[in-house]
């Protein structure tokens, strides 16, 4: 049976209609939900499913007993090594949801680590997470690290900063691209024995795209610190030319390339008015 993982920023007090809705329609798919015990969304989103008449529903805490259980649902408690009140200490029942659950439905203020952190653990299991981005009243659905990159893009650039030093954001970034490329590698290697010429010629063709799209990058990348080099433009110029945050400039000056997908900088090279040509030419 599917497994939803509710939950939002602590600063969102009242949910949106939409996403009661989407609520909604979770407890009349009978989906078990699971979902946190912290003061903010996770006391409305409980308050949200005792409206529906939820019971298919586990709150998750860390300790002895759950900071808010509106409807006394059963609680799963989870153990966690770091010292209590910490964000480590709360953060372990975050991990555990992720684990449990089979996709995520997210409420986010656009600058909550927590919230942010939730998606980024849910790609690591690879499961998708529907966001809801409460200060443009939509819906952003995250299945990959392009849809991670779109994602950042609604935070503004004191809260990427913010977040930088919290959870140290690129480098989760960065870790969640190196994992992909791991796992690709990884199926790569550990084939069957009695391998087919088929599975063989798949595998080419996937390492062979990775590097295409990865070249791909580095030349869109290269063109945009050139057109900032040639511009003359400070890092927070480009940032509102290109439409994104400082630190994402910051990201691209250093080359740091798996940390952008290649939606994203086209998307940002015709922001700036740069035009994109595609070329495509058979292999030798």
Known sequence: MTTVFIAGSISISRLHEKVQERINRIVSSNFKVVVGDADGADASIQECLRTYNASKVTVYCTGEAPRNNIASWPVHHVQSKARAGTRAFFTAKDLEMAKNSDYGLMVW????????????????????????????KEFVTISDKSGLDHLLTFMSAHARAKAEGKINLSEKISSLSQEQLSLDVADAETSPVKKTKLEDQDT?????????????????????????????????QAAKVFGVT??????????????????ALVNMAATAGLRVEMQIRETV
């Open 246 to 263: 400082q630190p994402r400039i910051s990201d691209l000056t250093r080359g740091k390339v798996d940390l952008f997908g290649l939606d």
């Open 109 to 136: 203020d656009c600058k909550s680590t927590g919230t942010l952190s939730n998606v980024i653990e849910l790609l690591k299991e690879k499961k998708k997470s529907v966001v809801f981005v409460n200060k443009n």
């Open 204 to 236: 080419i063709e996937k390492n062979s795209a990775y590097n295409e799209n990865m070249k791909l990058r580095e030349a869109l990348m290269s063109a945009l610190k050139e057109h900032i080099t040639r511009t003359h433009l400070s890092q927070s």
